[in-house]
Each structure stands twice: as structure tokens, then as C-alpha cells.
């Protein structure tokens, strides 16, 4: 998964945790809020600050995404707690969430904020497991875009 869908400030975390909406699954939890636009740090860096025209037409750096400011855009963030083993299955467990996420970015509505949380079962499961799960849980949230069959 690209930085770009990243959430990765712990408030960001805080905020998502603590007034989102959480879809359990035996491998993942997903946590949905909608995106806070005061809370993204794009946002902050493209404000004009002078009245030159130069200014007014601010985009985004390309670290933040290369586009204009008003696209608000999927932000995930992974965890994986302790009750998911050693550090090396944690670590595992969270790759496999994002490389599973990573195929699923574009088919999810712009203007969230996502937490997929790590649960035991995910060390052992296998991608398509994984990806399958993923998909239970975007669809019970009612953000998954209809693919397009062109």
C-alpha cells in the first residue's frame, strides 16, 4: 500500500478508534469514520498564506498525493496487538493486511478513515483468506464501490 493511504499519526489512530464504527471478522476488525478534513495534515501545508495569485492555486506535494487539495482520498492504517504472537507474526500479519488492502483501494468511496486491527487468525490465513475477509467487512460497512465490468 502506497504512503499516500497511510494513516499513520497517533491521533489520527485516537480520533479513529474513538468515535468510528467498528465490523469484526474472525481475522480482521475494521474501524470506519469519516474523513476529518481539519485533521489532514495536506490541508495544512497548501493554505495560501499571502493574496498572491501564485498561491491561490495551491496543490498538494506529491508526498501527500500531487493533487488538488479539495480530493479527499482513503487514509488505512494497520495494528497488530500483542495477542497476535511474536513480533515477526505481528510484523507478518500487518504486511498481509496491506498488500490485501492494497487491491482494494480503488474500490473503496473516497473520504475515510480506515483502522484494520489484526486478530490471531490472520497469522495463519492465507492471502485470498485475507482479501476475502477484507471484502466481508467493506461491504458491511457500505463503502465498496461497485466494480466496474466494462
Known amino acids: 500500500m502506497q504512503r499516500k493511504f ?3 499519526r497517533s491521533e489520527d489512530f485516537k480520533r479513529v478508534r474513538r468515535s468510528g464504527k467498528s465490523y469484526a471478522h474472525p481475522l480482521v476488525v475494521l474501524i470506519v469514520q469519516t474523513h476529518d478534513r481539519r485533521s489532514n495534515p495536506a490541508d495544512k501545508r497548501s493554505t495560501p498564506q ?3 495569485a501564485d498561491k491561490q492555486n495551491t496543490t ?5 498525493g500531487g493533487g488538488p ?3 479527499p482520498r482513503v487514509k488505512v492504517g494497520v495494528a497488530a496487538g500483542r495477542t497476535v504472537g511474536t513480533a515477526v507474526a505481528r510484523n507478518r500479519a500487518k504486511r ?3 498488500e490485501a488492502m492494497r487491491h482494494l483501494i480503488p474500490n473503496i468511496a473516497s473520504g475515510y478513515d480506515l483502522i484494520l486491527i489484526a486478530r490471531p487468525g490472520v497469522v495463519s490465513a492465507t492471502f485470498e483468506e485475507t482479501r476475502q475477509a477484507l471484502l466481508t467487512l467493506l461491504e458491511r460497512a457500505k463503502i465498496l464501490i461497485p466494480l466496474n465490468e466494462a
Open 69 to 71: 487539495v479539495s480530493q
Open 6 to 8: 497511510r494513516l499513520t
Open 60 to 64: 498538494v506535494p506529491h508526498a501527500f
Open 50 to 52: 499571502g493574496d498572491s
Open 96 to 98: 498481509l493486511l496491506r
